[in-house]
């Protein structure tokens, strides 16, 4: 069978997104597995901030019309907007319809959830206003504007699953138009890039969500092939015999020497693990050859 998808399993130090806050408070997303509680990064959180950072965004048009939606037309359409690939539906006079060509799971913690809050205060602000205004920044807080805040703080290793369909990216079936295979390899290695250096601003600071570890390839299979065999327990990387087997049968991992994960020398061994970068190079050069460039 032809291998006609992208799929890859990562496992990432990142930070959970926020959910709804109340009042200064902010919470973390969260989700729930065998009674206990998660903390997440939102597949819509992991697209949009691979979408963006890949620059897939920057061609984005934008139209209010009853609802904010995206700009689909017969001129502006995904055989020539990059901003579509991640799917639309634009409900103008004529309904479209597309649904995405890649897909991501949440991002889930491997460890149970434990709050660490964090409280801030924008405190030099606040004394520059006092200062400007001549007021006494400890008896008129409330007219400097001075606002403390709270939020739960989370990051640590997290597992989420990526998968492109290679045949439907650039293709656009409203429209029965199709980009160039030069502009698909454009599409789909900006996407791989952002993945390998991926970095996410969470409150004003950078985080590196990075992969720790990886694996994936090329597959004949549209789906998260690894989604279910990729597991941390107590620090270190699970290696099942599901895992080795599918590794083995035509794919590919790597991992960062580092002491996020306590088992490295053995997962080396067990999986035959290239360099980081080398693992990324080779399915960039398995795409382009994928759609002959």
């Known amino acids: ?18 959910g709804q806050g109340l009042g200064n408070i902010s919470s973390v ?126 990051k640590g290793l997290k597992i989420y699953s990526f998968t492109i369909d290679l045949e439907r990216v650039g293709v656009d079936e409203n429209f029965k138009m199709e980009a160039e295979n030069a502009e698909k390899v454009e599409r789909v290695i900006s996407t ?15 985080d590196n969500a990075e992969p720790i570890f990886v694996v994936g390839g090329l597959s004949n299979r549209k789906t998260h092939v690894f989604e279910n065999v ?3 327990e107590n620090g270190k990387l699970v290696l099942t015999q599901d895992l080795i087997d599918r590794v083995e049968s035509g794919f590919s991992a790597a991992i960062l020497e580092t002491d996020l ?9 067990a999986l035959n693990t290239e360099s980081m970068f080398k693992f990324f190079e080779t399915i960039r050069e398995d795409v382009k050859s994928y759609y002959g460039v």
Do not use: W
């Open 1 to 18: 069978m032809e291998k006609n998808a992208l799929t890859l399993t990562v496992v990432a130090n990142m930070t959970a997104n926020f």
């Open 29 to 154: 997303q969260k989700t729930f597995k065998r009674g206990k509680a998660y903390s997440i990064r939102t597949r819509e959180s992991l697209k949009n901030a691979i979408m963006d950072q890949g620059l897939l965004y920057k061609d984005l048009q934008v139209v209010v019309d009853g609802a904010t939606q995206k700009h689909v037309s017969e001129e502006v359409n995904n055989s020539n907007c990059r901003a579509l690939e991640g799917g639309y539906m634009n409900t103008g006079k004529v309904t479209y319809k597309r649904n995405s060509s890649f897909y991501f799971t949440d991002a889930i913690s491997c460890y149970e959830f434990i709050n660490e809050p964090r409280f801030q205060n924008n405190l030099y602000q606040a004394s520059k206003f006092a200062e400007q205004e001549n007021l006494n920044l400890q008896d008129e807080a409330k007219k400097c504007g001075l606002m403390p805040y709270q939020y739960e703080y989370d």
């Open 261 to 269: 994960i306590k088992n490295v020398k053995e997962v080396k061994e």
């Open 192 to 206: 791989i890039n952002a993945i390998e250096g991926l970095s996410l601003v969470v409150k004003g600071s950078l």
């Open 230 to 232: 990729v597991k941390i």
